[in-house]
C-alpha cells in the first residue's frame, strides 16, 4: 500500500515546519514507529516516526527546506509498487 508523508501539524497555531534532517534515505525500509524525519519550529523539535511499513521508494522535500503542514514530504510503499499516482 502507497503511504504519502506529509509534514505533521504539531500544534493548532503550526502552519509550517522546517524539514531539519531525513533519517532514512530512499531504498531504505521501514517499520511502523521508526523514525524517519526530525521537524523543526520556532517551538520545539521533534523526532517524526513512520505510520506504515514498507520501502521509503522517494523524498520529496529535502532537508533544510521548511513547507506547509500536510505537505507531502516523502512516499513509502511495497518495492515494486507502483507510486506514480502518489508523485
Known amino acids: 500500500m502507497v503511504t504519502v508523508v506529509s509534514m505533521p501539524k504539531m500544534g493548532i497555531t503550526m502552519k ?3 524539514l531539519a534532517e531525513w ?3 530512499e531504498g531504505d525500509t521501514v517499520n511502523e514507529e521508526d523514525a524517519l ?3 523543526a519550529t520556532d517551538k520545539l523539535t ?3 516516526e ?3 511499513f514498507g520501502v521509503v521508494r522517494k523524498i520529496l522535500v529535502q532537508a533544510g527546506e ?3 503542514c500536510q505537505t507531502p514530504l516523502a512516499i513509502i510503499a511495497d518495492a515494486d509498487e507502483d507510486i506514480s ?3
Open 50 to 52: 513512520a505510520e506504515a
Open 23 to 25: 533519517l532514512v534515505k
Open 66 to 68: 521548511t513547507v506547509p
Open 37 to 39: 524525519f526530525v521537524v
Open 46 to 48: 521533534n523526532e517524526i
Open 16 to 18: 509550517e515546519g522546517k
Open 85 to 87: 499516482e502518489a508523485l
